[in-house]
């Protein structure tokens, strides 16, 4: 499974450098590769999300930081593509993670050795993603073959944490993947993710070629699927952990934190180590993205001749408000899934991820 480039979100190629993503405003309708062949061109990719996703977006922000660092790699020329690539959007804190990442690796090092060393911590970096999110996905695994159910194991997601939102495998799709791989018999309650409808989109697709079962549901069915015995767990990703345990992800997630919470299921976030914020003390310090509006009152298709069109679901004058993502305080979290284990959402689970990272350097 995923042994080919042909079902991975962003591809690079080793020879000339090329750069290619799949334009996930198209999905599912159109399965488009879009070139990505300057700074501009990353910096709208990431805006304006025809790559999402926290753990790609980050991926996505290193490989344009090597592409501005081969026409100018002096120190000022890195700084100013670092500060526009971080500015395309606020909430997930791998995009400044893997900036960092590259500046730490390239700023020590002669001018004329720079593009070449950018390039390889790129490609470097993807790899890691892809490994990391396998190991989310057999620690995860672990977990849903212990999971209590009934003849088939019912999971609920929301929003999109597939291969799609990193490289290849995914964060909360990763143990579903691999579960459906080993033969547990699973079943996926995908929300749709109003506003613009990652699960319907994204995850529904993905799982659907993967031949993995799975059912949308409208995103205010959620509390209903919960209280009545349909869901086994639910995994969700994450954008910025806090050190507390505090997880932000895509606006709903609180509410299904909260009915999971009531009616004892397990509420599990999968992440990779570059999502927890350690500077961030508690999910409050978190800066949630506000977007446009436009994308509450309006949605998105194609009609039925496959020509997309957006209509208009609100009357003339409507104001509307779009906070992208939800703090869930990690109290309503059961466990985080991350790449090196399993870890308890509170001071004290993070403090001995990070010792035994400490312990690793
Ligand atoms: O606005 P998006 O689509 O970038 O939001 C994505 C999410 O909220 C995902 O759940 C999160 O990034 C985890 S992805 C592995």
């Given at each position: 499974m995923f042994s080919s480039d042909d079902l991975a979100s962003l591809r690079s190629d080793a020879v000339s450098g090329a750069v290619e993503i799949i334009d996930q405003t198209l999905l599912p309708h159109t399965l488009r590769w879009v070139h990505l062949d300057s700074l501009e061109a990353y910096c709208h990719a990431i805006s304006a999300m025809q790559v999402r996703g926290a753990p790609l977006i980050g991926i996505s922000a290193a490989f344009g930081l090597a592409h501005a660092v081969a026409g100018d790699p002096s120190d000022a020329g890195i700084r100013q593509a670092s500060e526009r690539l971080l500015a395309t959007?606020?909430?997930?804190v791998n995009l400044r993670w893997a900036l960092e990442a590259m500046a730490q690796e390239i700023l020590p090092l002669a001018l004329d050795k720079r593009a070449g060393a950018a390039r390889a911590r790129a490609i470097a970096l993807r790899q890691a993603d892809i490994d990391n999110c396998a190991a989310i996905g057999d620690h995860g695994l672990a977990l849903l073959r212990d999971m209590p159910r009934g003849d088939t194991l019912n999971i609920m997601t929301h929003c999109n944490a597939g291969w799609l939102a990193t490289i290849q495998w995914g964060t909360a799709l990763a143990p579903i993947y691999k579960a459906r791989a080993a033969g547990l018999p699973v079943h996926v309650w995908v929300?749709?993710?109003?506003?613009?409808?990652q699960g319907m989109n994204l995850t529904a697709w993905e799982l659907q070629r993967a031949g993995v079962p799975c059912t949308v549901v409208a995103d205010n069915s959620c509390g209903q699927l919960l209280r009545s015995g349909a869901v086994d767990c639910v995994i969700v990703g994450s954008d910025r952990t806090a050190a507390n345990g505090d997880v932000c992800n895509k606006v709903g997630t609180y509410l299904k934190a909260l009915a999971a919470a009531d009616n004892n299921i397990p509420f599990y976030v999968a992440l990779p180590e570059s999502t927890i914020d350690w500077r961030c003390a508690g999910g409050g310090d978190i800066p949630i993205e506000e977007r446009d509006p436009l994308e509450v009152l309006a949605i998105a298709g194609v009609d039925a001749a496959g020509q997309g069109l957006e209509v208009n679901l609100a009357a003339a004058g409507t104001r509307a408000a779009n906070p992208a993502f939800d703090v869930t305080p990690?109290?309503?979290?059961?466990g985080l899934v991350t790449e090196h284990g399993v870890y308890a959402a509170s001071v004290e689970g993070l403090a001995s991820l990070k010792d035994q990272l400490q312990g690793l350097a």
């Amino acid at each position: 499974m995923f042994s080919s480039d042909d079902l991975a979100s962003l591809r690079s190629d080793a020879v000339s450098g090329a750069v290619e993503i799949i334009d996930q405003t198209l999905l599912p309708h159109t399965l488009r590769w879009v070139h990505l062949d300057s700074l501009e061109a990353y910096c709208h990719a990431i805006s304006a999300m025809q790559v999402r996703g926290a753990p790609l977006i980050g991926i996505s922000a290193a490989f344009g930081l090597a592409h501005a660092v081969a026409g100018d790699p002096s120190d000022a020329g890195i700084r100013q593509a670092s500060e526009r690539l971080l500015a395309t959007r606020p909430t997930a804190v791998n995009l400044r993670w893997a900036l960092e990442a590259m500046a730490q690796e390239i700023l020590p090092l002669a001018l004329d050795k720079r593009a070449g060393a950018a390039r390889a911590r790129a490609i470097a970096l993807r790899q890691a993603d892809i490994d990391n999110c396998a190991a989310i996905g057999d620690h995860g695994l672990a977990l849903l073959r212990d999971m209590p159910r009934g003849d088939t194991l019912n999971i609920m997601t929301h929003c999109n944490a597939g291969w799609l939102a990193t490289i290849q495998w995914g964060t909360a799709l990763a143990p579903i993947y691999k579960a459906r791989a080993a033969g547990l018999p699973v079943h996926v309650w995908v929300s749709e993710t109003r506003p613009r409808n990652q699960g319907m989109n994204l995850t529904a697709w993905e799982l659907q070629r993967a031949g993995v079962p799975c059912t949308v549901v409208a995103d205010n069915s959620c509390g209903q699927l919960l209280r009545s015995g349909a869901v086994d767990c639910v995994i969700v990703g994450s954008d910025r952990t806090a050190a507390n345990g505090d997880v932000c992800n895509k606006v709903g997630t609180y509410l299904k934190a909260l009915a999971a919470a009531d009616n004892n299921i397990p509420f599990y976030v999968a992440l990779p180590e570059s999502t927890i914020d350690w500077r961030c003390a508690g999910g409050g310090d978190i800066p949630i993205e506000e977007r446009d509006p436009l994308e509450v009152l309006a949605i998105a298709g194609v009609d039925a001749a496959g020509q997309g069109l957006e209509v208009n679901l609100a009357a003339a004058g409507t104001r509307a408000a779009n906070p992208a993502f939800d703090v869930t305080p990690a109290r309503l979290v059961t466990g985080l899934v991350t790449e090196h284990g399993v870890y308890a959402a509170s001071v004290e689970g993070l403090a001995s991820l990070k010792d035994q990272l400490q312990g690793l350097a």
